[in-house]
């Protein structure tokens, strides 16, 4: 018997804002333990939440982004278990009328190759709602610590439908999410700092049965990578299980990264169990058109529309995007330069892909700090399209001089005497002298051979050291032989 998978994702992403969620004490990461906090924050008798609009707006602005209905009407519940990591012993949430309904995500999955475009898929959400972060607990050999630093964060929690049916699916999924918060401004989704967390749901039935098997929920995947590696080794699991006859039982799993394997935490709680009613402290909150259109004219070119826009208005192809589109402020470094000349994009767009991304890796340069502008690279591109120098001295000698230096290409031929101190007739008495000294490549070429023209090529820029035209001299050499 055949067997599929069906996977759906809980995706918690923290809201980028100066203070909580309840709370007007700051937000942050890298402090000394249980410093941002408040009456609040820790539960005291008496102490009210209040609510941050801060994180309202991110979420709204996440839910358009992401295709949801927003409601005129949300309102705030309470979710009630004890944990040492939550000193109130309920966490302030969204039941049944949460912020976001509906909505869906668009990934890719990976093509044949890195340069061919994989098949695009919309992932349904159910819904997305807003809630209290929980603190941190860190566990030593003898001794577990507490860290309410963390606490009161304002967290979002996207849930899907189980719409997805591999590990690569799902790390398609969090990449797509990944990607857009980050180009709105919601979040920076730095997962090793907690701010972009995923939990799993994956059951295993039999090809055709439209009924789902027994779910097990995977928590507290905090990498994309170990999402995908923890949902396809525990499809593997399951299905090995149930070939045997063996049931799956509903429970709580973890991911050890370390050995490779999902490990049993808990039997599942029932959802009845955490007893959710209204929170007494806390308004509903009515959202009108005016301020969900003021905060989708705030939403940018995201990035699967920049990414075709790149291919059709640019022509550049699907390899060169994939590596701009990605980063919003590469991508739109890119287009600073490539809109001042479209027919030249292509040209721009493989030194910033290749070139000035090497550049930055190996000197670890950030963008901003980058001594090359969008004018500046423009420029060395303007200057191989006129001739002036071939595209591999551009490359090779210019382009690293004017990462290093912030000096314009002009510039640099100049200090470097790179500019060819010989005109197109001398090219052309070069291309006859290698034409004459080398006939049998010249007949192999007269007989139907072009790449035997490449065996002349190297002959006359040796003769101009390196500085001739390979466009002009492959068209010199065929006018000549012809």
Same mark, same amino acid.
């Given at each position: 018997?055949?067997?599929?998978? @069906? ?11 100066? &203070? ?7 937000? %942050? ?20 939440? @209040? ?11 996440? %839910? ?26 309920? !966490? ?41 972060? @929980? ?5 030593? &050999? ?36 990944? !990607? #857009? ?12 700092? %907690? ?18 098997? !027994? ?9 994309? #990578?170990?999402? +995908?590696? %923890? ?12 070939? +045997? ?44 058109? *005016? ?5 989708? &004219? *705030? ?13 059709? *208005? ?118 006859? *002298? ?7 490549? @010249? ?23 390196? +500085?001739?035209?390979? !466009? ?11």
């Amino acid at each position: 018997m055949e067997y599929e998978a @069906v996977i759906g994702l809980e995706v918690h992403v923290q809201i980028k804002a100066k &203070s909580k969620i309840f709370s007007r004490v700051q937000a %942050g990461y890298g402090h000394e333990p249980n410093k941002l906090v408040d009456p609040v924050v820790m539960g005291l008798p008496g102490a009210l939440p @209040v609510m941050n609009k801060a994180a309202l707006d991110g979420i709204i602005k996440a %839910g358009l982004a992401l295709n949801c209905t927003i409601p005129e009407t949300c309102k705030w519940d309470r979710k009630n278990y004890f944990y040492p990591d939550s000193p109130n012993n309920y !966490q302030i949430t969204q039941y049944d009328q949460p912020i976001c309904d509906g909505g869906y995500v668009e990934i890719e999955l990976p093509g044949e190759t890195r340069a061919v475009m994989g098949e695009h898929k919309k992932i349904k959400l159910t819904r997305i709602h807003l809630e209290n972060d @929980v603190g941190k607990l860190n566990h030593f &050999s003898e001794d577990s610590l507490v860290d309410y630093n963390r606490a009161f964060t304002s967290l979002m929690e996207i849930v899907s439908e189980p719409d997805m049916s591999s590990g690569e699916e799902a790390f398609a999924f969090l990449t797509a999410i990944r !990607q #857009t918060m980050i180009y709105c401004g919601i979040s920076d989704c730095d997962m090793e700092k %907690g701010q972009m967390r995923a939990d799993a749901n994956i059951s295993v039935r039999p090809v055709g049965q439209k009924e789902l098997g !027994q779910k097990i929920e995977l928590k507290n995947l905090n990498s994309i #990578t170990g999402v +995908k590696n %923890g949902i396809e080794y525990e499809i593997k699991r399951q299905t090995r299980e149930l070939k +045997k006859g063996n049931a799956i039982k509903q429970a709580t799993w973890r991911w050890n990264a370390d050995l490779n394997q999902t490990e049993m935490m808990r039997e599942k709680e029932d959802a009845h169990d955490y007893r959710y009613f209204p929170d007494p402290d806390l308004m509903p909150v009515k959202i009108d058109d *005016e301020w969900k259109s003021r905060l989708q &004219s *705030e939403i940018p070119e995201l990035p699967w529309d920049k990414q075709r826009r790149f291919m059709e *208005e640019y022509g550049l192809p699907y390899s060169i995007t994939a590596v701009l589109v990605p980063d919003r402020a590469l991508s739109e470094w890119f287009e600073a330069a490539a809109k001042q000349a479209p027919k030249l994009a292509q040209a721009i767009g493989n030194l910033v892909a290749n070139d000035l991304l090497r550049e930055l890796s190996e000197t670890g340069e950030s963008l901003a700090d980058c001594k090359i502008t969008p004018d500046s690279l423009l420029g060395l591109v303007q200057v191989v399209e006129k001739g002036t120098i071939p595209k591999n001295v551009a490359n090779k000698d210019v382009f690293p001089e004017m990462f290093k230096t912030g000096e314009t290409a002009e510039q640099v031929i100049e200090r470097k005497g790179l500019k060819p101190d010989f005109d197109e007739g001398q090219v052309r008495v070069w291309c006859q *002298e290698a034409i004459d000294e080398n006939p049998k490549p @010249v007949q192999n070429y007269k007989d139907g051979n072009e790449k035997a023209l490449n065996a002349l090529l190297g002959p006359v820029m040796k003769k101009s050291r390196g +500085k001739a035209n390979p !466009q002009l001299v492959n068209k010199l050499i065929r006018e000549l032989i012809s």
